[in-house]
């Protein structure tokens, strides 16, 4: 359904909205975007677990005074229903095509499906969802719908990743105010449809974001094992100052701000 159009809810308990781009990543796939004072919170995992996967990051605050949900796909680390139950019961989601019969079945009824290129709005914000090279089925035999990442566009641009491959039409993204680039993921190896350090730098060159930021990594993992380690992000932020030196890297702690400044 593209140029749909998302009310942009008002909650008193925000207080007063700013203009600008913030960023607070909250750990693995989840992060607050702030553009204009529109609040949007990506792929909401907000427990101390997932199946049985373990929170090892702190655990975040739940936001409040939300504009829409994005949701890029259905596999359960981005997709859990306990914390999308805690954030939108009255927030609408953004999803991907296929993806709202399934929260519907869940509770979750409003729903925005979005073919990759198509868009809608939220408040004074463009929404466009963008293509993921990523199986979006819930389980082997679960519920089947599509993977996509979001661009959100007012005076400043985010793009959000979800969970993707490289892709050719990254060119197209070029000249992006922020990137937010998987890199890792929560077991010791990567499956098909994902980036890991070397592949996200790869992309971050592709997309020439002003600044890019690393997620989905060092949150979740299975128990009995270390703490997820840092070094995929770091590894991303050498290899980007190697191959891309004009994008800027910030390696953001779960639960960490960064507000970006407007271009001169």
């Not at 359960?76 to 306990?82: K, T, W």
């Not at 793009?159 to 992006?176: P, R, V």
Request: hydrophobic share 45%.
């Amino acid at each position: 359904m593209p140029d749909a159009k998302v009310a942009a809810g008002r909650s008193p308990a925000v207080g007063v909205r700013g203009a600008g781009l913030v960023v607070t990543w909250l750990g693995h796939s989840t992060a607050l975007i702030e553009i204009d004072g529109v609040r949007l919170l990506t792929d909401p995992v907000l427990g101390r677990n997932v199946g049985p996967l373990l929170r090892y990051a702190a655990m975040p605050a739940i936001p409040e005074g939300l504009d829409a949900v994005l949701l890029s796909h259905l596999h359960a680390d981005h997709a859990d229903v306990r914390s999308l139950r805690s954030v939108a019961k009255s927030t609408p989601i953004i999803a991907p095509a296929g993806a709202g019969a399934w929260l519907a079945r869940k509770g979750l009824a409003n729903a925005v499906e979005l073919e990759p290129g198509e868009s809608t709005r939220v408040g004074a914000l463009s929404i466009r969802a963008t293509e993921a090279a990523h199986d979006g089925q819930r389980w082997r035999y679960g519920h089947v719908a599509g993977s996509v990442g979001y661009l959100a566009t007012g005076t400043g641009s985010c793009y959000f990743a979800g969970d993707t491959d490289l892709f050719e039409g990254m060119h197209e993204l070029a000249g992006l105010d922020v990137a937010l680039l998987p890199v890792a993921g929560w077991g010791p190896t990567l499956g098909p449809g994902h980036l890991d350090p070397e592949r996200a730098a790869t992309a971050a060159q592709m997309i020439e974001p002003r600044i890019a930021i690393p997620i989905h990594w060092g949150t979740l993992g299975l128990p009995n094992r270390r703490r997820p380690p840092r070094e995929p992000a770091e590894t991303f932020a050498r290899l980007v100052a190697e191959r891309a030196p004009q994008v800027e890297v910030r390696v953001l702690d779960p639960g960490e701000r960064t507000v970006v400044e407007p271009r001169r």
